[in-house]
């Protein structure tokens, strides 16, 4: 079973429920001042986190200091140690995940990319999807993932954005994209499904979306198999 999770807003106002106390969240300090996206990883008992982020460290908060997005890239880190892992690719992508795939030991990210940038709504943009060996995390091959210049997108109204990828037991590899769907003016979600995380992929219809009620946005998905179900 696949859970996912996304932030929601409605167009036609909202209601006020009751909520759980939050729990304690003790801040142990900052990372990095220029990451965008981020996944954590855990290949083999060692976690890594996938990063989109700055070339350079953003030394002056979000504003002139930071680098634009032309200016980024992806890479990993090791968690326990702080060190940047294999080497950085991806420049000048971004809204991307990562998912290790045990099965061929292989480390998958998928990252946008678009003409423009930063990103600006209603482009043409691709899901390029990347591919190392776990061990080295260098050498990075790609390939298109998803395109929204293809027939799925009858109108070519739709803009690709957030992806967030995780791997089945028995359907295969599911992906949620976040998209701009230039006709409505607001952001939706669509899936996409391939038989294994190097695809290739295919986008279902969008009677098979999370959410269809058209006064509801749907936005920064996340995406995970569930083994018990």
């Not at 939050?22 to 142990?28: A, E, Y």
């Not at 269809?212 to 995406?223: G, K, N």
């Amino acid at each position: 079973m696949f859970l996912a999770g996304l932030v929601v807003s409605s167009a036609v106002g909202s209601t006020t429920t009751a909520m759980p106390a939050r729990p304690n969240i003790t801040r142990l300090g900052t990372w990095d001042l220029g990451l965008v996206e981020t996944t954590p990883i855990n290949v083999k008992g060692r976690l890594l986190l996938y990063v989109n982020s700055a070339e350079q460290p953003c030394s002056q908060g979000a504003g002139a200091g930071c680098p634009r997005v032309a200016d980024r890239n992806q890479r990993f880190i090791d968690v326990l140690t702080g060190e940047t892992v294999g080497e950085a690719f991806g420049h000048g992508e971004g809204l991307g995940c990562a998912l290790f795939d045990a099965p061929s030991d292989t480390v998958y990210v998928y990252a946008t990319k678009c003409a423009a940038a930063p990103f600006v709504k209603g482009e043409t943009c691709t899901v390029q999807v990347y591919s190392s060996s776990a061990g080295t995390l260098r050498g990075w091959s790609q390939a298109t993932a998803l395109d929204a210049a293809d027939g799925w997108n009858h109108e070519h109204n739709t803009t690709l954005w957030n992806t967030s990828v995780d791997r089945g037991k028995v359907n295969g590899t599911m992906m949620w994209v976040m998209a701009f769907e230039t006709d409505l003016a607001y952001w939706t979600t669509r899936f996409a499904t391939a038989p294994s995380p190097a695809g290739p992929w295919t986008v279902l219809d969008v009677d098979r979306n999370y959410i269809v009620d058209p006064t509801l946005e749907t936005a920064d998905p996340t995406l995970r198999y569930s083994a018990a179900d």
